[in-house]
Structures are given as structure tokens and as C-alpha cells.
């Protein structure tokens, strides 16, 4: 076990909020919302806050009679709330997207594998497996875009991990507008991951990783910019051979900056047999190696090098919070754990039998410091004989020993001082994350948590004030369940953690993932 992350016991646990749990992971059943009102139940929605807030998730867990196994397996809900100030109620509409993936799904079968579920159940027979080889190998895998919106070439996008999956959807309405318009012979690769970011060099752009599963000699990370207007050309910037080309590694996210991109090789491979429904791997679709340690690549966007770090012990993770360079190394500040376990525990199964609740897998917000072999213009001289250092970031006593799903004020991406990571964290014994968490990464004593009792947040989305100075002066945003299982948008001052306005749906929402925040007029 890694230093960083003490052994925790899981206990099973009764769970407060357990209400807010079954709702939270239940499908969503009601007719889609089209600007309907929301009651401002406590407090006051800011006056300068003027825009739409669009969140992605899964809404849908059933397929015909068929139960998807997990929460990241569940088909693309979108969720818009209108703010518009104080005086002006705020606006809710829900549409899901329209996927192959969802239709296949209303007339009552899976048409493909998604991230946990298998076409078909392990021992249930090679016809599934069959089809989920041939959709792979023809580079047709689920279009269920469930997981992120970026905006991009001046349309909002859903996506999830698969290159099919990006979907052009209309900010106002929710509707989708079809595929995003890929150039002809810009394909690259069957996978990607699900945040790609908008290129720091500028130029309008975004880069991203996908992963090429090519088994058993020629899998591989496929390093790549994304043209700034339609038709989107994706143009190669580097190919790194898998530590494994028979097994790659799952990859949800990268580190990148106007001079490097750093992709992290966790060590938990995709299971091909797993994913066909043939067997079930140590964590569903992924089988933990850590004896092999996780490879950091760090591409030179330049000239194309990549240097490699091996970490040992390795780490798990979903989500990095800031990429900078500085020192003479390249730092990727990241939400880790000691190794997968949380992806069982975020299945539907442990989500919602309360006999299979535990308590959740310590997590911390780390530095993960690479040291650029050879020196350059981070700011400072790099050892090329040091090693990658991981160094924890986080007040434990604030976060609970967990952190996940961050977010920071957009102006300071990049930045070598910035000093503020917002996510969610836990109140223990809970199965769940149940509170919201400020962590001051330059350890000055600006950490700050929200919790109600009994209320799961999800995701903090931090909305700069217009005219702030100060890193911190804005709100998040976040989309909880409440305690009777209703949900709400929570406004928090983001520099105390103050509950600013609590915005009360009038239909249930299911636990979402990512957000973004388009202003009054359509700026990000």
C-alpha cells in the first residue's frame, strides 16, 4: 500500500443519506423539461450571475429487462439551468441525447458494450462476445456520450471515451445537432479520453489522447490536436507504444501545457476478454497490475520526445486539477488513489443494495513532479537523475481522506501559483461522497468544506465573478441530491464555502458527472 494512503477498513455502513442514494442512482422516469421553473428555497441566486449552467450524466440504467452494471454505464441525460439573477427564478430543462446507443436501449436491448456492461452477461455465450469483437475491430464501439460537454469550434459537445461518441448539441435546447463533423482521414485511434482541453498555446483548438487497441504488437496512445473550426481535423503530435501492447491502459484523463503533454499509463489494463463478456477481471473491464508501476510520458510538443517516468508504488486516478511546468519540472496536481477499488465501488450493485455498502477508498489531492531530463524553460534547472516525487496536497481532516471530480477558477489553468482545488469529499462511514471541499494546495490555511446532512453534491463547477481579483472570488455550482431524494443546484461563495442560494428542482435528477458554464451572450 502506498504511503500516501493508509489502510482503510471497510465497515459496512447504514449510510446517512441513504435516501438520497436510491434516488440518486435510479433512472430517470419522468417526461423531459423544457424551461420550467425552479423555487429558490433558501438564500439568493447572485445578481451577477447570468448564464446557463449544462451538466451531463447518466440517466437511463435499463436496457429492455437488461440492468447496466454501473454508473458510468448509464445513457446521456443532460440537464441546463437557466440563472438569470436574483429577481428572476431560475429556468430547468432535461433532454436525453440521442444515440444509437439509446435507441437500441428503448427498444428494449444493449446495443453495445458500454464501460462495465459487456454485451453479454461472463458464461452467457460467444454471440455477445462475437459482436463486441466485431464492433471493437471495426472501430464501432457505444456512442453514449455520458460523460463530459466542452465547448469547441462555437458548439457545446458531448462526449464520453470512445471517438464515435462526440455529439454537437444546441446550448439553448439540448438537442442534439448529429455527430460532430470529423475531416475525412483525420481518424485516429478507437478510444479517447473523455477530457480533452482547449490548447493552451492558444489558437483556439483542443488536444487530446486516444488509445489505439491493436492487440497483441501494436496498441498505442495517440497524442493529437483537434482543428479549431469545422470540418474538425485531428493531426497527430506523437504515438507512444503501450507498456503492454496486448493490454493498454484505461486513460480518462492527461496533463497538458503550452510546451508538454503528460500522459499517465496507470497500471489497470482493458481485459479484452472482460470486455467481451468472456470473464470478469479483478475490476470489472480492468485488471489492476500494479507490479508494473505507473508510466508518466511526457511529450514534447515541440519535436515530438517523449521522456518516461516509472512510478513506484503506483496510483489509480480519474481526474487531474492543474497542469504547470516549473523548477525545471513538469507538475500534474491530481485527485490519486492507492488503485482501483473505487471503480467498484461506484457499481449500481454497491450504489444501491444497502447490504454492499462500504465505506469508500481513501483518495488525496497529490503533486505528481516530473523532473525534465536535460533542463529547459520551466522556470528553474531540472536534475536529469531525480525522481518523480507525489506529494500530498490536502488537509485530510477537511476532505475526509477523499477528493475526486476538481475543479479550479479557469484564469489560473496553468498557473505554477495557483493555490485553490475544489471537488468532493466524504463525511465518514459513507459509501458516497457527501460534502464539498476547498483545498488550498500552497498548505496557507484556505481549506473549507460544505456538507448538509444527508445530501450527496455532485460535481463543484467554479464560475469566476466578472471584475475579480482574487482567485477565489466567484461561486461553484453544484447539482446535489437532497436528503428526501429531490435535487437542488447549490450556489457557494467560493471563498468561504457559503451556501449562497439552494435552487430546488421540480422533478428528481440523477447523480451526474461534468458541467460547464456558458455566460449571458456565450462566453465560457
Known amino acids: 500500500c502506498c504511503a500516501l494512503f493508509p489502510p482503510v477498513a471497510c465497515l459496512p455502513t447504514a449510510a446517512g443519506g441513504r435516501t438520497a442514494r436510491h434516488a440518486a442512482f435510479a433512472s430517470y422516469r419522468g417526461e423531459a423539461v423544457s424551461d420550467a421553473s425552479m423555487e429558490v428555497v433558501r438564500g439568493a441566486v447572485p445578481d451577477w450571475l447570468r448564464g446557463a449552467y449544462i451538466r451531463n450524466g447518466p440517466g437511463l440504467f435499463e436496457a429492455g429487462e437488461r440492468r447496466l452494471r454501473h454508473w458510468f454505464d448509464g445513457f446521456a441525460l443532460l440537464t441546463r439551468v437557466q440563472l438569470s439573477g436574483g429577481e428572476t427564478p431560475p429556468r430547468l430543462t432535461t433532454r436525453f441525447v440521442e444515440t444509437d446507443a439509446l435507441t437500441a436501449a428503448r427498444a428494449g436491448s444493449l446495443g453495445y458494450a458500454e464501460f462495465q456492461t459487456p454485451l453479454s ?6 454471440a455477445g462476445a462475437l459482436r463486441s469483437l466485431a464492433a471493437l475491430a471495426a472501430g464501432d464501439p457505444t456512442d453514449n456520450c455520458c460523460v463530459n460537454l466542452v465547448q469547441h469550434g462555437g458548439d457545446l459537445v458531448a462526449m464520453t471515451e470512445t471517438q464515435r461518441s462526440w ?38 483548438g483542443l488536444i487530446n489522447v486516444a488509445t489505439d487497441i491493436n492487440p497483441p504488437f501494436f496498441s498505442s496512445y495517440q497524442v493529437y490536436t483537434v482543428s479549431a473550426q469545422p470540418p474538425w481535423h485531428r493531426q497527430l503530435l506523437a504515438s507512444i507504444p503501450c507498456d503492454d501492447r496486448a493490454a493498454p491502459r484505461w486513460l480518462h484523463s492527461f496533463g497538458v501545457t503550452d510546451r508538454s503533454v503528460v500522459v499517465i499509463e496507470q497500471p489497470a489494463a482493458y481485459d479484452v476478454p472482460a470486455m467481451l463478456g468472456v470473464r470478469s477481471a479483478s475490476h470489472g473491464t480492468l485488471d489492476w497490475q500494479p507490479e508494473r508501476g ?26 487531474v486539477c492543474n497542469t504547470f511546468e516549473a523548477d525545471g519540472a513538469v507538475c500534474v496536481d491530481l485527485c490519486a488513489f492507492d488503485d482501483p477499488e473505487i471503480v467498484s465501488s461506484l457499481s449500481l450493485e454497491r450504489l444501491t ?19 525534465r531530463r536535460g533542463g529547459g524553460d520551466g522556470g528553474g534547472d531540472a536534475d536529469g537523475d ?8 490536502d488537509d485530510v481532516s477537511v476532505s475526509g481522506g477523499f477528493a475526486d471530480l476538481p475543479t479550479i477558477n479557469p ?3 496553468g498557473c505554477a501559483d495557483y493555490r485553490f482545488v475544489y471537488g468532493i469529499g466524504a463525511a465518514r462511514p459513507t459509501p458516497v461522497s457527501n460534502r464539498l471541499v476547498k483545498t488550498d494546495v500552497a498548505g496557507r490555511g484556505g481549506d473549507a468544506a460544505f456538507e448538509v446532512a444527508g445530501m450527496l453534491p455532485g460535481e463543484p463547477l467554479f464560475v469566476p465573478r466578472p471584475g ?16 428526501d431524494g429531490g435535487s437542488s443546484l447549490y450556489v457557494l461563495a467560493a471563498q468561504d464555502m457559503r451556501l449562497l442560494a439552494q435552487c430546488r428542482s421540480p422533478v428528481p435528477l440523477p447523480a451526474g458527472f461534468h ?8 462566453g465560457s
Not at 517523449?306 to 480519474?318: G, K, L, N, R
Not at 443494495?353 to 523532473?371: G, I, K, T, Y
Not at 475579480?468 to 466567484?474: K, P, R, T
Not at 458541467?515 to 456565450?522: A, F, M, Q, T
Open 121 to 126: 452477461e461472463p458464461g452467457g455465450g460467444v
Open 167 to 204: 455529439r454537437a448539441i444546441d446550448p439553448a435546447t439540448l438537442k442534439s445537432r448529429g455527430r460532430v463533423p470529423w475531416a475525412a482521414g483525420s481518424r485516429l485511434g478507437v478510444l479517447g479520453t473523455a477530457h480533452p482541453h482547449p490548447d493552451p498555446a492558444g489558437g483556439g
Open 294 to 319: 505507473t508510466r508518466v510520458h511526457v511529450v514534447d510538443r515541440r519535436s515530438g520526445a517523449v521522456e518516461v517516468h516509472v512510478v513506484q508504488p503506483p496510483f489509480f486516478f480519474f481526474h
Open 353 to 371: 443494495d444497502d447490504s454492499q455498502a462500504r465505506d469508500l477508498p481513501r483518495s488525496r489531492v497529490v503533486r505528481l513532479s516530473l523532473p
Open 386 to 393: 531525480a525522481a518523480p516525487e507525489l506529494v500530498p496536497l
Open 411 to 413: 484564469r489560473v489553468a
Open 468 to 483: 475579480g481579483a482574487e482567485e477565489d472570488d466567484g461561486v461553484l455550482l453544484s447539482m446535489g441530491t437532497d436528503p
Open 515 to 522: 458541467g460547464c458554464w456558458l455566460e449571458e451572450g456565450g
